[in-house]
C-alpha cells in the first residue's frame, strides 16, 4: 500500500473507532501510531514521541487551558452564573419568552468567563431550570433553549476550543478571541430573536413573567459587577497587548478566586473540588492533544493532507463550493463526535486546502475567517441530533421532558445557527473589523 492509501485506512478506521464510542483521545493516539509504524518504522516512532511529547507539554501556549478552566470552576462556585441569569432575568422576563431570553443572556455572560460549552450549559441549566418551570415554558423551548445557550461558551472569548485551533494553525491567540466577540454577540441576539419568533407562533410556549421595579434592576445589575470586572481586566488586557493570553487567564484565575471567597460561595471542599476538576478535564484535553498530535503526524507521513490540497486547488471547483462542503461534513461529523475532537482531526487536512484557495482574503485574514466559520459550525454539532452533547447535558436535568422535545427545541436554534454562518461567509468583515481596529502598529 502507498502511503496515501495508509492514511485514507488509518482515517477509516478512526471514524470507526469513534462510531463505537472509543475515547477521541485513544482512538487517534492508537491509529496514529500503528500508521506511524507502518509507514516510518518503530525506531523512527520511538523517536518522534521521545521529543513531542517533552514539547508538546512544556510549550507555554498550552499553559492557558487549564487556567481558564480553573477561571470558570471557580466562577461556578462565587454563584456567578444566578447573578448573571437574575439580572438578564428582572429586564427581560416580562416579555413573552423573556425568561428564556434571560437564560441565553445568562449563558453568554457565563460562557465570556469559562469558555466552556458543556460547563455553561450544566451551571445555567441548574439556575434557570426552575425558573423557566415555575412560569409553565414548554419543556421544548425551555431544554432548547439552555442546549442552544450553552454553545455560546464555545465562541465567546474565552474560548478552549479557539485557544487550540490558534495553536494548530499558529495563529495569535488574541487575535482570534478579537475576531471572535462579533459573532459571539450575532449568536446570542440571534437565538433570542428565535425565542421572538418562537413565543409570536405560539404564546403558551413562553409566558410573560413580572414586571420589576426600578430599584430591583438596578440591584440585579449591581450584582454582576464581578463579572463586568472579570471580563474587561481579562479581556481588555489581553486585547489592548496588557496581558499576553496566559498571562490574562492567570489573572482571571485569581480574580474569580478572590470574587468567591469575598461573595461566601467558596469553601475548603469547593476549592479541592475546582482544582480536581479542572486536573481531570485538563488531563483528558491533553490526552486528545497527544493523540492528535501523533495521529496528525502519521497523516503528514501519508501525504493525505498534501494530496487533498492538491487535488482540490486543481479541481476547478470554486474556493466557496470547497468551504460549503466542509461545513457539510462538520455537521455529519457533529452527529458522532465533540467539538474539540472535531476541530483536532480536520483542522490539519481542512487548513492546508483554505489556505491554498484564493477566497480574496490575506493568509492571516483567512485563519482568522475560516477559524471563526469552524467554530460556530462545530457548536452546531453540540445541539444536533443523535449526540447533541448539550442536549444530553439538559435533558438529563429535565427529566420529565422527553429527549426528542429538546431536540425538537433546538431547531430554531440550528435555523438561527445557518442563517448565521452565511452572513459571516457573505460579510468576513464581521470577523475582522475588530482585529483590525485593535491592530497594535
Known amino acids: 500500500m502507498s502511503g496515501f492509501e495508509i492514511g485514507v485506512t488509518g482515517f477509516v478506521i478512526l471514524l470507526l473507532l469513534l462510531a463505537i464510542r472509543i475515547p477521541i483521545g485513544v482512538a487517534m493516539l492508537a491509529v496514529g501510531m500503528v500508521g506511524y509504524v507502518t509507514i516510518a518504522g518503530p525506531i523512527a516512532l520511538l523517536s518522534y514521541l521521545k521529543t513531542e511529547m517533552y514539547w508538546r507539554f512544556t510549550t507555554d501556549d498550552l499553559s492557558v ?8 470552576q471557580f466562577a461556578a462556585k462565587a454563584g456567578l452564573s444566578a447573578a448573571l441569569f437574575r439580572a438578564a432575568n428582572v429586564w427581560l422576563g416580562h416579555h413573552r419568552g423573556g425568561i428564556a431570553m434571560a437564560a441565553v443572556g445568562g ?16 451551571t445555567m441549566g441548574q439556575v434557570a431550570l426552575p425558573e423557566l418551570r415555575r412560569y409553565n415554558y414548554s419543556g421544548s423551548l425551555a431544554t432548547g433553549a439552555l442546549a442552544a445557550g450553552g ?38 441576539l440571534g437565538y433570542i430573536v428565535a425565542i421572538a419568533i418562537v413565543v409570536r407562533i405560539n404564546p403558551e410556549a413562553g409566558p410573560a413573567g413580572e414586571r420589576e421595579s426600578s430599584a430591583v434592576k438596578r440591584a440585579a445589575l449591581y450584582e454582576i459587577w464581578p463579572v463586568l470586572l472579570i471580563f474587561i481586566l481579562v479581556m481588555g488586557g489581553i486585547y489592548a497587548g496588557i496581558f499576553t493570553p496566559t498571562e490574562g487567564a492567570g489573572v482571571g484565575a485569581c480574580g474569580t478566586f478572590l470574587i468567591a471567597i469575598t461573595k461566601g460561595g467558596m469553601r475548603w471542599d469547593g476549592f479541592v473540588d475546582a482544582i480536581l476538576s479542572t486536573g481531570s478535564t485538563t488531563a483528558m484535553i491533553f490526552l486528545i492533544l497527544i493523540g492528535a498530535a501523533i495521529f496528525n503526524a502519521f497523516l503528514g507521513f501519508s501525504e ?32 458522532v463526535m465533540d467539538s474539540l475532537s472535531m476541530i483536532l482531526l480536520t483542522v490539519p487536512i481542512f487548513w492546508p486546502i483554505i489556505a491554498g484557495l484564493d477566497f480574496g482574503l ?15 459550525v462545530v457548536e452546531m454539532g453540540l445541539i444536533t441530533p443523535p449526540v447533541g452533547l448539550n442536549v444530553f447535558v439538559i435533558n438529563s436535568m429535565a427529566k420529565d421532558v422527553p429527549m426528542i422535545e429538546t431536540f425538537k427545541g433546538v431547531v430554531p436554534f440550528i435555523v438561527s445557527d445557518f442563517i448565521r454562518v452565511a452572513i459571516i461567509i457573505a460579510f468576513p468583515t464581521i470577523t475582522l473589523i475588530l482585529p483590525k481596529l485593535l491592530a497594535i502598529e
Open 304 to 335: 493525505l493532507p498534501l494530496l487533498a490540497a492538491d487535488f482540490f486547488q486543481n479541481s476547478g471547483l470554486s474556493p466557496f463550493t470547497v468551504l460549503l462542503g466542509m461545513i457539510a461534513l462538520y455537521i455529519m461529523l457533529g452527529f
Open 362 to 376: 490575506g493568509p492571516d485574514d483567512t485563519k482568522l475567517w475560516f477559524g471563526i466559520i469552524s467554530l460556530i
Open 107 to 122: 449563558c453568554a455572560g457565563f460562557g465570556a468567563i469559562t469558555g466552556s460549552s458543556l460547563a455553561t450549559a450544566a
Open 151 to 188: 454553545t455560546l461558551g464555545i465562541l465567546i472569548p474565552p474560548s478552549i476550543v479557539l485557544i487550540i485551533y490558534a495553536i494548530m494553525v499558529e495563529s495569535n491567540v488574541a487575535t482570534l478571541f478579537q475576531a471572535a466577540f462579533l459573532p459571539g454577540i450575532l449568536a446570542a
Open 65 to 72: 487551558v487549564p487556567l481558564f478552566i480553573l477561571m470558570g
